[in-house]
């Protein structure tokens, strides 16, 4: 806690205190329906072929699906070693994507959006397949991890030091960080004072703060209100000015329909669809 204190006030500046539109390639894809724009950039993501198997240990039997009594028999009878099952998350997946790229992922619950981005973050093994990177992506989700015992200020900190930053690149984001998320005097209070709300704006002024090659957002935008939403869709079209590329994993179709320039349909763990966002989405709604 001593060395956090010591470089909070080299960020503050202060003497240290006294410790106290193309069709992308994929198995089976649907044919374009119109002309899409070509990315001009440089390949900044490559999915080959790429399949993700989870192993869930101690599923429940059908016959046992909800029935507790039979759970709790087994575990005092110390009956039979606990059933594997594997879930088959992401099938067959292939694409690239480009610099400049805005890509909104969509699917139903369990349709393997979640999975791919954390494959492509390097969090996932592949089963089989690849996924080839230039640079390195950075996943911020709803979960994303800050210390909720320590302060705004010092997770703001501690953020930007996790994604690379130098004492005088936080110096400079440092406020900067502050008036995007709104919390305001909130930043001297423990993060297990904030709303979710006011957890899902610092997160993403942190992970925004810097330029990304690859950026991957999970549903991270989903508990702002709408002036944040306006200013987070507002970031991602300048993350993606600066060459940089965003992936944008959201329910809220409208969000995707406006900053993305691209939409990955992803239907049972097997992309669907993978173009123009009106298309896309105009043929997602209709399920």
């Known amino acids: 806690m001593a060395d956090l204190t010591e470089e909070l006030a080299k960020v503050k500046g202060e003497e240290p205190a006294v410790p106290s539109k193309d069709v992308r390639v994929h198995p089976d894809p649907e044919p374009a329906k119109g ?25 429940a039997s059908e016959s046992e699906k909800g029935n507790a009594v039979n759970a709790f028999m087994r575990i005092v009878k110390r009956q039979g070693r606990p059933q594997m099952k594997e ?14 790229d805005a890509i909104g992922v969509v699917g139903r619950n369990g349709s393997g959006k979640s999975t791919l981005l954390r494959a492509i973050a390097g969090l996932l093994p592949p089963h089989s397949g690849a996924v080839y990177t ?19 200020e010092r997770n703001i900190i501690l953020g930007c030091y996790a994604m690379g930053m130098t004492p005088a690149e936080v110096r400079e984001k440092y406020q900067e960080i502050v008036d995007f998320s709104g ?31 690859v950026l991957l957002i999970d549903e991270a935008l989903a508990t702002g209100d709408r002036e944040f939403r306006k200013k987070s869709e507002q970031r991602i079209r300048q993350i993606r000015e600066s060459a940089g590329t965003v992936f944008l994993v959201a ?19 097997k992309i669907k669809m993978d173009g123009d966002p009106k298309e896309v989405l105009a043929a997602y709604t209709k399920g």
Request: charged share 15%; glycine share 10%; with cysteine.
């Open 87 to 100: 879930v088959h998350a992401v099938k067959g997946v292939s694409f690239v994507a480009y610099h400049g």
């Open 183 to 213: 919390i305001d005097e909130f930043v001297q209070l423990p993060m297990s004072t904030y709303s979710s709300g006011m957890g899902a704006r610092l997160r993403f002024a942190i992970s925004s703060a810097k330029t990304h090659d």
């Open 134 to 152: 230039d640079g390195q992506p950075s996943l911020l989700g709803v979960n994303a991890a800050l210390m909720r015992e320590l302060t705004g």
């Open 251 to 269: 329910h809220d179709l409208r969000v995707i329909q406006q900053t993305c320039n691209r939409v990955i349909w992803l239907h049972k763990g």
């Open 35 to 59: 002309p899409l724009d070509v990315p001009t950039g440089t390949p900044t993501v490559i999915v080959d072929d790429l399949h993700i198997v989870y192993r869930v240990y101690g599923a």
